[in-house]
């Protein structure tokens, strides 16, 4: 521990609040609804090596893969010749990226000629060039978005009207947006810059090195201490994801989790191979969701994400395998599997950890990505969540994102306000759409779009259409997803969980999202909080007298 502990207190605490002080920065700063209104970013504050400090903890699939970003970025960087001119850009799957949507961007910062730390930040853009929306059948990654491998640019040089820039520009259908969103990142990184030399000035440069490898330390013993009390021994988990969006067999996932001593070992043999469409998972994102569920059921919450709480946990998968694809295997879609390796992990534990680990949730993000072209292009990505699942001791909370992706709900105001081709009509949570149980599962919801111009070209991926979540411990399951088109001539489209249509003027879309599992026997559940649902139209009264047994 540093000498001394209230300094260190102080310092640490003073991190994370740099981090969320970033956070708010851009997301005020953006230009795009899915960062202004989702929240789909993130903040951070990373050491001279890369090592991660402290987070905003906006989005855990961010937070958990700066590491391998950053480290991966600074291999092929001369971190010697860095300056503050300098950022650091990437978004490339293949060296530390997840998905192209999803870019980092670092900025050193130098003080008095030495490299302190960097300032980084992660957003998800809706253009990025290349395939508008998502492209379930992109063939690689450079039929998905613009690729940046890790590198460096000069903000005065390429950027403001730069040659980096200008090059963006020619390839964006919304420069307005887009670049609008990248400076809001350059915004919070300089507010991070601003904070770090504010505490090496006040603290010196030598305690403030100290203290950023001591907290990594602590957080590296308090994950050592939680796993020493986990029983020597192999655990094992699988849970699977409908289909590719092509061939209707299940995508499986396997986890095998080794625990010895204070050390564990997380292998996915025998997973299902990658696939040709466009919801393979690169590694980056595999490693960030096994660890954000392994944090998740194992630490307290005060225990800091970063960067040292990872030290005792080594991830494998098979390369060529979903969850490690073979270069360039498209990724835009990972979400989609990213939450079945959450969820395997969770299965693993689900005896041993049984006050931790809840009944399945929807868990999957479903994310509904609309484009138009009138006058200018106008695209909008719609995130949504579902029912999360119930615990031991709680019903599950109605409509809510995935646990690893976080992002808020977008109003439907400011979706209205920001494109005149579509409109809203219904946003409403299904009844009984979670699953009965002693712990009832967590409500999905319907949102039901009208269409008023005709040629508009949705996009879209989810999940849980054939699966659902499963109940436990005699918890039944949550309701499964749907997605349906009522054409305006009346005919009725049911889709796939993974696609794309064309749409016109008076068509609707309705997309029913899934509910979260019971937990514990229906039966048993009290009286009160069964006549409150009843009341507050979460069951009918007829599920209630089926499942519930409910006599009044």
């Known amino acids: 521990m540093a000498k001394d502990i209230a300094l260190f207190n102080i310092l640490t605490n003073n991190l994370l609040a740099v981090a969320r002080e970033m956070s708010a920065d851009m997301l005020r700063s953006a230009y795009s609804t899915v960062i202004r209104e989702a929240a789909d970013a993130s903040t951070f504050l990373a050491d001279a090596k890369g090592r991660v400090l402290a987070q905003s903890q906006n989005i855990p699939l961010h937070m958990n893969s700066v590491s391998s970003a ?15 001119d300098d950022v650091i850009i990437l978004n490339d799957p293949y060296n530390g990226g997840q998905h192209q949507s999803d870019v980092y961007m670092f900025s050193p910062v130098v003080h008095e000629g030495k490299l302190v730390a960097f300032s980084g930040s992660a957003g998800h853009h809706a253009d990025l060039g290349h395939s508008a929306g998502f492209n379930l059948y992109a063939r690689d990654i450079f039929e998905e978005r613009f690729r940046f491998t890790p590198m460096k640019f000069s903000l005065s040089r390429d950027w403001n009207g730069g040659i980096l820039e200008q090059i963006l520009r020619a390839n964006l259908r919304l420069p307005k947006d887009t670049i609008g969103d990248f400076n809001a990142q350059l915004v919070a990184n300089e507010t991070g810059r601003r904070r770090i030399h504010g505490f090496v000035d006040r603290y010196g440069y030598d305690e403030f090195m100290e203290v950023s490898e ?41 986890v095998k989790v080794t625990v010895q001593g204070d050390s564990m070992m997380v292998d996915y043999k025998g997973t299902s191979d990658q696939v040709v469409t466009a919801i393979n998972c690169p590694i980056a994102s595999t490693v960030s969701a096994t660890y954000s569920a392994l944090k998740m059921i194992l630490t307290d919450p005060t225990v800091p994400i970063n960067d040292g709480a990872y030290r005792p946990i080594h991830v494998t998968a098979p390369k060529g395998c979903i969850l490690n694809p073979r270069e360039y295997a498209p990724v835009e879609g990972r979400n989609i599997i990213i939450m079945r390796v959450f969820q395997s992990i969770l299965k693993a534990f689900e005896d041993v950890l049984p006050e931790r680990v809840p009944a399945q949730g929807y868990d999957q993000r479903t ?46 105001e400011s979706l209205e306000i920001a494109q005149k081709f579509f409109r809203i009509l219904r946003y409403d949570l299904r009844p009984d759409s979670g699953g009965a149980g002693k712990m009832r599962g967590g409500l999905g919801a319907i949102r039901e779009y009208e269409f008023l111009k005709d040629h508009v070209d949705m996009t879209f991926y989810s999940d849980r259409f054939k699966y659902p979540a499963r109940g436990a411990k005699g918890g039944q399951d949550g309701a499964t997803a749907y997605l349906k088109i009522q054409r305006a001539d009346g005919l009725v489209e049911h889709m796939r969980a993974k696609g794309h249509a064309v749409l016109k003027a008076g068509d609707r879309v309705e997309m029913a999202l899934g509910g979260g599992a019971g937990y514990g026997n229906p039966l048993e559940r009290d009286r009160k909080k069964l006549e409150q649902d009843i009341a507050c139209k979460k069951v009918t009264r007829e599920k209630a007298q089926e499942l519930y047994g409910y006599e009044g």
């Open 70 to 84: 950053l480290t991966g970025a600074l291999s092929k960087v001369d971190t010697s010749a860095l300056t503050e």
């Open 214 to 254: 001591q907290l990594l330390d602590y957080a590296e013993r308090a994950m050592r201490i939680a796993i020493e009390q986990i029983p020597d021994g192999d655990y094992y988990g699988e849970c699977m994801a409908d289909d590719d969006g092509i061939h209707d067999d299940p995508i499986i996932i396997k």
């Open 367 to 412: 994310e509904i990505n609309l484009q138009w072209q009138g006058d200018t292009f106008v695209a909008i990505s719609d995130e949504l969540g579902g029912g999360y699942g119930a615990g031991m001791y709680n019903d599950g909370a109605d409509l809510i994102d995935d646990p690893l992706g976080n992002c808020k709900n977008s109003p439907v």
